[in-house]
């Protein structure tokens, strides 16, 4: 394998534990698996998309990934290079190659500070002296992003969130970086805001060969910018592929839910009905999250070995890989095992008959508990009304 095809970034078992303490003497009674053992790899100039819900792991995830957070376990390798337990002094080097672009662009710039301090602070941190001088550099990274060069003696709070968040972008770019992680980086901004710092990133990529991993919850801006595609469910990776394999036939129930959820802007389905579909309860605590497969309180299609197994997120199609035992649109993993949990009973009373009907086909479990049904309903008598011969 030639350098350009081995991944920029390779994590390996990555965990992250915080510790909960309580009493006088600060005992830890637990800890929070807000990640808890994922594995992924992102190729020199992709872009790969985490979505999840909120709370599930990602932005700890993305702390991790550019060491802004020490891991608890696992293994982290940047270009070949193993940075998971580097100190300050072995990552400063390392700083100039990996950025982060924050969610807020209000709390992540000191409003003390002016435009031009803070886009430049990293060429004081890193002790560069760029070509032409300080100031010309940070006006030509402020038009690079779409600010005018003027603003450099600005303060903050005389900007829009959108126009924040391109001077965090420019802060970002300042040291020319390999790969950028961006925690929600339009989650904050009004959705006509949204579309031009999309649009930004993705010129930007393309002129300075950026690699991106882009985490989000909007799975429109999610599948204009990615590549590839990572869902997060509970401190664990549930789904790994390829934008238009993910979008056009989900294989994780979890997935197919969260697509299910986003909204079709077409007059012409108004009167139909929805197949949205509904999951029961809420994201279990990650401090203690159910045995086996983590989503199994909630699934429609839920038997024992999801209660007993956890499954591996094994490569079911070219590039797909997926972490279940009884996968959608594609052959059941488990198909000896047809009974469903009760909890799987009561959220399949909140999915559509014809979304419980495509998992038939691919799911023993959910094809003989709609076989069983079916045969109750046909064996129970007709109730006669009074006055009937």
Known sequence: MTDDEKPLLKVEGLVKHFPIKKGLLQRQVGAVKAVDGIDFEVRRGETLGVVG????GKSTMGRLITRLLEPSGGKI???????????????????????MIFQDPYGSLNPRHTIGTIVSAPFRLQGVEPEGGVKQEVQRLLELV??????????????SGGQRQRIGIARALALKPRM??????????DVSIQAQVVNLM?????????TYVIIAHDLSVVRHVSDRIAV???GKIVELADRDSLYASPMHPYTKALLSAVPIPDPRRRAAKSERILLRGD??????????CRFHTRCWKATQIC???EPPLIELRPGQRVACHHPENFEDQAPQDTVLLSAAKEAAALVADEVLAESAQTSAAVAAEAAETSAEEAEEPVSKEPGDK
């Open 307 to 309: 209660k007993s197994t």
């Open 283 to 292: 994201v279990p605590s990650p401090i203690a999250p159910p045995s086996g």
């Open 180 to 189: 950028v992680v961006a925690d929600e980086p339009v989650s904050a901004l």
């Open 53 to 56: 819900e909120s709370g599930c």
């Open 232 to 234: 997060m469910y509970l």
């Open 146 to 159: 779409g600010l005018s060069p003027e603003h450099y003696n600005r303060y903050p709070h005389e900007f």
């Open 202 to 210: 993705d010129d930007l990529q393309d002129e300075l060969g950026l």
């Open 77 to 99: 390798e940047f270009d070949g290079k193993d940075i998971t337990h580097l100190g300050t002094s072995g990552m400063r080097p390392l700083r100039r190659d990996v950025q």
